[in-house]
């Protein structure tokens, strides 16, 4: 076994129905996102992402546990403008994008964990 196959992250993808982002797991991944000024952001909580995208009428068709809440995050890191709308429409775009695999979002996240060798203790998203 090594650091990437343990134990702890086969439970954590069978108890959350895959690769999908539960409050703890989401909370950790949103606390390293950094504006395109490299400062870290001030995190969405899952209250405003939702009353955000309820604001603007967006209905998220594939939406599985927080992932929608870590797109969010990852969008207003990435994007270089604080238009609520165009963000809610980012997430949109994230989530239910037709070409994307169940679980893709965690999975490109746990990507770039291990291309920067940031180990990942899944025990403490248990």
Not at 22 to 48: F, H, T, W
Request: hydrophobic share 35%; glycine share 6%; net charge neutral.
């Amino acid at each position: 076994m090594n650091m990437y196959n343990t134990p702890a992250k086969e439970i954590y993808i069978a108890e959350n129905g895959g690769w999908h982002f539960n409050k703890k797991a989401c909370d950790y991944a949103v606390q390293n996102l950094r504006g395109m000024d490299n400062k870290p952001i001030k995190p969405l909580s899952k209250e405003e992402v939702d009353a955000m995208l309820a604001k603007y009428g967006v209905k998220l068709q594939k939406n599985k546990g927080l992932d929608y809440v870590y797109a969010a995050n990852m969008g207003k890191s990435d994007m270089d403008s604080s238009d609520e709308k165009s963000l809610a429409q980012y997430v949109k775009r994230a989530v239910d994008d037709p070409d994307a695999a169940d679980g893709e979002l965690m999975g490109c996240w746990y990507t770039k964990m291990i291309f920067r060798r940031i180990p990942v203790d899944w025990e403490m998203f248990l």
